[in-house]
Protein backbone atom coordinates (compact mmCIF):
# COMPACT_ATOMS: atom_id res chain seq x y z
CA UNK A 1 0.00 0.00 0.00
CA UNK A 2 3.04 2.59 0.79
CA UNK A 3 4.06 4.43 -2.54
CA UNK A 4 6.01 3.30 -5.51
CA UNK A 5 9.25 5.49 -4.26
CA UNK A 6 8.39 4.17 -0.65
CA UNK A 7 8.03 6.05 2.89
CA UNK A 8 10.10 9.38 3.17
CA UNK A 9 10.75 8.00 6.61
CA UNK A 10 10.33 5.40 8.98
CA UNK A 11 9.18 5.11 12.80
CA UNK A 12 9.67 1.57 14.48
CA UNK A 13 7.67 1.93 17.69
CA UNK A 14 7.74 -1.78 18.14
CA UNK A 15 8.00 -2.59 22.19
CA UNK A 16 6.56 0.74 23.02
CA UNK A 17 3.04 1.04 24.94
CA UNK A 18 0.72 4.29 24.94
CA UNK A 19 1.39 7.30 24.42
CA UNK A 20 4.66 6.34 23.01
CA UNK A 21 3.68 5.32 19.59
CA UNK A 22 1.13 8.22 19.03
CA UNK A 23 3.61 10.74 20.69
CA UNK A 24 6.59 9.94 18.48
CA UNK A 25 4.52 9.89 15.15
CA UNK A 26 3.55 13.01 15.94
CA UNK A 27 7.10 14.24 15.96
CA UNK A 28 8.16 12.60 13.11
CA UNK A 29 5.45 13.70 11.08
CA UNK A 30 6.64 16.59 11.33
CA UNK A 31 10.05 15.79 9.31
CA UNK A 32 8.78 14.39 6.20
CA UNK A 33 7.40 17.00 3.88
CA UNK A 34 3.99 17.81 2.92
CA UNK A 35 3.16 14.99 0.62
CA UNK A 36 5.25 12.74 1.73
CA UNK A 37 4.50 9.54 3.58
CA UNK A 38 6.08 8.13 6.90
CA UNK A 39 5.88 4.62 8.37
CA UNK A 40 4.85 3.87 11.14
CA UNK A 41 5.40 0.46 12.90
CA UNK A 42 3.86 -0.80 16.40
CA UNK A 43 2.71 -3.72 18.31
CA UNK A 44 0.72 -2.10 20.88
CA UNK A 45 -3.07 -3.08 20.35
CA UNK A 46 -4.11 0.50 21.15
CA UNK A 47 -2.03 2.20 18.40
CA UNK A 48 -4.63 1.83 15.47
CA UNK A 49 -7.40 3.65 17.20
CA UNK A 50 -4.80 6.08 18.11
CA UNK A 51 -2.94 6.65 15.06
CA UNK A 52 -6.22 6.44 13.52
CA UNK A 53 -8.09 8.73 15.39
CA UNK A 54 -4.66 11.47 15.72
CA UNK A 55 -5.11 11.63 11.62
CA UNK A 56 -8.09 11.90 11.53
CA UNK A 57 -8.05 15.00 14.29
CA UNK A 58 -4.72 16.60 12.31
CA UNK A 59 -5.88 16.04 8.82
CA UNK A 60 -3.29 13.59 7.92
CA UNK A 61 -4.24 10.69 5.64
CA UNK A 62 -3.68 7.60 6.24
CA UNK A 63 -3.04 5.87 3.07
CA UNK A 64 -2.47 2.06 4.36
CA UNK A 65 -2.56 0.04 7.72
CA UNK A 66 -1.44 -3.78 7.04
CA UNK A 67 -1.57 -5.99 10.08
CA UNK A 68 0.30 -8.87 10.15
CA UNK A 69 1.69 -10.82 13.07
CA UNK A 70 0.86 -8.62 15.99
CA UNK A 71 2.42 -5.42 14.02
CA UNK A 72 1.04 -3.03 12.27
CA UNK A 73 1.82 -1.01 9.95
CA UNK A 74 0.56 2.73 8.92
CA UNK A 75 1.14 4.56 5.97
CA UNK A 76 1.04 8.12 6.64
CA UNK A 77 0.69 10.96 3.91
CA UNK A 78 0.96 14.51 5.50
CA UNK A 79 -1.33 17.13 4.26
CA UNK A 80 -0.27 20.06 5.85
Request: proline content about 5%.
Given at each position: MAEEKGPARELDCVGLFCPEPIARTKE??????????????????????DITRWAKRTGHEIIGLEKEEGILTFYIRRTK
Open positions: EIEKVAVGEVLKVEADDPAAEE
